[in-house]
């Protein structure tokens, strides 16, 4: 059993634009317990408020899987560690767990602490002896410990020998400027494991792009004990991410590290902790990003219709995520069938879709994208189906955009569309052109289909395709719509910018009217 020890509410806040509040990290912290990980480490309590708020209000709540962790370093020297401040916050932060940091490599302990080797191997084990006297499990951070080895070997072990007298449970070797490579702590790995009978553990920092590698290295060298953060986020170019390290032990190297049928939840873990840290999911993940298991090219798709195994490394389903397939200019019959299947749309009988494949290949060379738009791709096949009927046509519209003396800027629209056979004039004013269309749609359609009021229009993005053309450019639009219980993008594209939004907008409301009112 490899044990997961999380540091994302730590090492992960020293990632650029990352704060977490005592409440973000206490909702992290309960989605990580019910993922499975071994230790939580909830901050440095000596370093802040917040984070000793998180220790005392952590203490009270019932923990299923995790130890929680108190962070800090090893005391001064020239001071007993019963006298030092950091040591005395770890203890009242009343943790099961202290992990502590000390110096391995010679010139962070002759340049940065300004001690002689012999007093910084004093004040790691007496540091350690003393929080292991008052009932705690310890674990020691050997920091920078890779460098300090490729430097003096001799002395990077002595420091470990010192946190194993002191009674360490554990001795995690950190590469902490992240610069090695697997082959490099492998072998480093090996000749500690040789020398020292603790148990040992590794902490990666990827700014060599090695961090899950190097990782995965230490395990298969001996290493019990992994650490890391969610998604990767740390300082610089962040840790190791557990995404990747705990499916890649589980599911490759045959090591367990969470308890059975939870790895099926790393998918949502990945995502809430990224939702929580105000940072947007980055799709590109591997295992948990959305495109993880997104095929697009059209031989790629066919294959994956035949065998599911063809282009893909492991069943998505067992780290919580999907197969996808993505629609656009590289695409074959097998993505639009494989697509209008995905979105429950019945296309037996007509699995010759050649012409929605040529008007989706001949949209996308006008700007159109359909990748992150399949909700166009929903009304291009529906639009295809044998007696369909739109909900309504478009027969025109019209958009001023005027400034008033004593009213400032307003935008009116009159748009007239077909209902039922009827022609229905309406009019209505807005925030600017893209809005007073839509007032001015919605105000047609509802009397005739009242779920209109339940579509949310919650996202406008407009891309500039051709910047060299001016304002003569061709502009895409993307338009996302919730109804309460679903979200789904449409696309537009046009050198006009009002004709390009009302193509979005279009989709999106006949797609509301018609797919997504349809239960799947």
Known sequence: MIQIYDTTLRDGTQREGVSLSCEDKLRIAGRLDALGVSFIEGGWPGSNPKDAEFFERARDLPWETARIAAFGSTCRVGAGPEDDANIRALLEARTPVCTVFGKSWVLHVTEVLRASLDDNLGIIEQSLAYLKAQGRRVIYDAEHFFDGYRADPGYALETLRAAARGGADTLVLCDTNGGSLPWQVAEVVRAVKAAIQTPLGIHAHNDGEAAVANSLAAVREGAVHVQGTVNGYGERCGNANLCSVIPALELKMGRSCLPAGRLRLLSEASHYVAEVANLAADEHLPYVGRSAFAHK???????????????????PELVGNKMRVVVSELSGRGNVIAKAEELGLDITGREDVSGVLHEIKELEARGFSFEAAEASVAMLLKRQEPGYRPPFELVDFLVNVEHRSGRGLFAEAMVKVRVNGEVLHTAAEGDGPVDALDAALRKALLPHHPKVAQLQLTDYKVRILD????????TRVLIDTHDGSRTWSTVGASPNIIEASWQALVDSIEYGLTVAAKPR
């Open 297 to 315: 090219g059209g031989v790629h798709v066919a294959a994956m219709r035949r065998s599911a195994d063809s282009y893909q490394h492991i069943a």
């Open 467 to 474: 910047s060299s053309n001016g304002t003569a450019a061709i």
